[in-house]
């Protein structure tokens, strides 16, 4: 009769970390859980088997045992099997070994026996192709690791998130696309079910899509992050990725730079600074004023830095006349058909805090000749937003297509968080 060797406890891991440097927690020496049967009779293995398997049987059941010697004995065993119990008591029996040994290769050779046995019982198979999993990711077999990860989820386990460590297989081996189609799915599936949305996850993608320059992907997994659970942080980590495509466009960059500041989502003085520059304190004076007083609050930038004395007298300088001058340009707005003057009285009303003229005049200029849409577009959907018109500023920004559709999105996103 065979002894099966004791069952070893479980130490089960995986799954995804938080932040956008996350490491696995597999270990490739971490027990594996061995099987969990009795003693079968002498009938059900062949008598060859039981030859060659009995002798290394007990020295891996004993404390202490020559375990290395009984590791030289095992192809011994394995060439000895004849049947489907055969196979599945030389697996255990290597998997057990592999324990005491600490060795994540005969750890994997004996669960791949067992399962091919095909002798594993119902209950244990999940579990035995999720151990099975762990292994061949961590030697890097990512195909085979995905295979089993798959297998185990079929089987109904719902332990160590074998389905996160799926998309890791595929980032593991550079298949960043298949990853993040693969966990956007994944997300779409659980948010389906009505569960929340680990953050780990969505920062995870995005930070995959942003290390291998997946823009579409990066404007993808920051707009999910923001939609699912609002704070001033998720902002930060979203718009900083989106900031980093769109530098190129002091214009676009105004506007991105402006959902980053209502989203208290700037956090050095580089952000106050782009922002001041492409405003321009020549031309939106009073906004200008508005970011240096966040920037003084921030404590990023203070009242006595020489940059903030230039650029505040200019400003100071310019704010008035661009208060006065706001109505006469709205009136020239609208008794003039040319595109530029909706455009400019737009502008100013926008800098001005003067969101409904602002909205008025970004309409007028739709309707004209020579406009540039996507800019008008964004802008008028800023106006809406802080108007706290949600519904028709997000129907707006999604009208946005183009190089600015990043920042369009994210605004749209954060519309639809306040609806």
Known sequence: MLRMTRT??????????????????????AVVATAVTGTPAMAQNSKAFAEAYQPVADVVNTEGGDYAGAKARMAAVVAAIETPDDRYAAGNLTLILGNKLTDPVLQRQGLEMMIASGKVAPTDIGQRQFDLGRLAYNAKDFPAARTAFQAAITAGFTGGS?????????????????GLQYLKGLIEKTLAAGQPVPDSWILRGLAVAYKADLAAQAVEYSTLLVKHGQSAEKWLQALQVIHAYNTGDPQAELDLL???ALTDAMSNRTEYVSYIEAADPRIMANEVNRVLDAAVAKGV???????????????????????????????????????KDAINAGDVFLSLGSYAEAEEMYKLALDRAGVDRNTTLTRLGIAQIHQNKYAEAKATFDQVSGPRTSIARMWSAYAETRT
């Open 8 to 29: 070893a406890r479980r130490t089960t891991r995986g799954g995804l970390g938080s932040a956008l440097a996350l490491a696995l927690a597999l270990t490739s020496g």
């Open 162 to 178: 074998p389905e996160p460590l799926i998309a890791e297989s595929y980032f593991g081996e550079g298949q960043n696309e298949q």
């Open 258 to 260: 402006r959902l980053m």
């Open 301 to 339: 930038i203070s009242t006595g830095d020489e940059y903030y004395k230039d650029v505040k007298a200019i400003a100071d300088q310019r704010a008035p006349q661009d208060r006065s001058d706001a109505p006469g340009l709205g009136t020239k707005a609208r008794g003039s058909t040319a595109v």
